[in-house]
């Protein structure tokens, strides 16, 4: 089946500092990745929508300046939480679809949990 | 706006059985899935939906009703394993974007 990575699996950081979170698709190439966040206990929340390529188009109320998204490849993109706050602290999780897929399916990525001091 | 809504939580007996219902209002409709989280977890796949009717894999069924905005998940011979959380997620735009309901934390009691 189609995997997604995630590095690194678990962040600390200090408050006011930058973290660089990866997304790989590792055997096949996506058209298209999502980046979600969850907190404690809720669902998933879309984030953003990345195409190689192009901009990254972000949800309502998701700051772009805040968190930045870079979709480099078909193979990769990066979501750079800036400055990031103790509020910033969650899970994300990247999924990606298959480029020329017929199913809509996304496979998720295990996820990364980041702790903001 | 979005609205996706399926109960907070359920408790079910090992080897019963349990349905967990989302109700949707979504702008578009390009599908319905649903999947299993563990904490800590990704999600998993565990059906997908397009047109009305029912679609069966193994222990795992899933429902489908468009025009009621509407769509269950049967869980059957419940193991003590299957204790996770439920997430009912629409696809919609042109982007194919997930928009996920609230969960379902289900709890499988011996």
């Known amino acids: 089946g189609a995997v997604v990575s995630q590095h690194p699996s678990r962040v600390i950081c200090k408050s006011g500092t930058s973290v660089k979170i990866e997304c790989r698709s590792l055997?096949?190439?996506?058209?298209?990745m999502f980046w979600y966040r969850q907190f404690p206990k809720k669902s998933l929340m879309l984030m953003a929508t990345?195409?190689?390529?192009?901009?990254?188009?972000?949800e309502q109320g998701v700051e772009k300046d805040k968190f930045l998204i870079n979709h480099a490849s078909l193979t990769l993109s990066t979501l750079t939480v800036t400055s990031a706050h103790p509020e910033d602290s969650s899970f994300y999780i990247c999924?990606?679809?298959?480029?020329?897929?017929?199913?809509?399916?996304?496979?998720f990525g295990p996820g990364t949990r980041l702790t903001v001091l | 706006g979005q609205n996706i809504d399926q109960p907070t939580e359920m408790t079910a007996t090992e080897g019963a059985i349990v349905q967990i219902n989302c109700t949707y209002q979504?702008?578009?409709?390009?599908?319905l899935f649903w999947y299993q989280q563990h904490a800590g977890e990704a999600p998993t796949f565990l059906s997908y939906?397009?047109?009305?009717g029912l679609e069966e894999k193994g222990r795992f069924s899933s429902f489908l009703s468009r025009s009621k905005g509407y769509s269950y998940l049967l869980l059957k011979e419940l193991q003590m394993k299957d204790s996770a959380s439920y997430l009912c997620a629409v696809v919609v735009g042109a982007t194919n974007k997930l928009i996920f309901g609230t969960g379902t934390l289900l709890a499988v009691q011996p």
């Open positions: 979504t702008s578009g409709f390009n599908g």
């Open positions: 990345s195409n190689e390529g192009s901009k990254a188009t972000y």
């Open positions: 999924s990606a679809d298959i480029a020329g897929g017929s199913y809509n399916e996304q496979f």
């Open positions: 055997d096949f190439q996506a058209t298209t």
């Open positions: 939906n397009v047109l009305d």
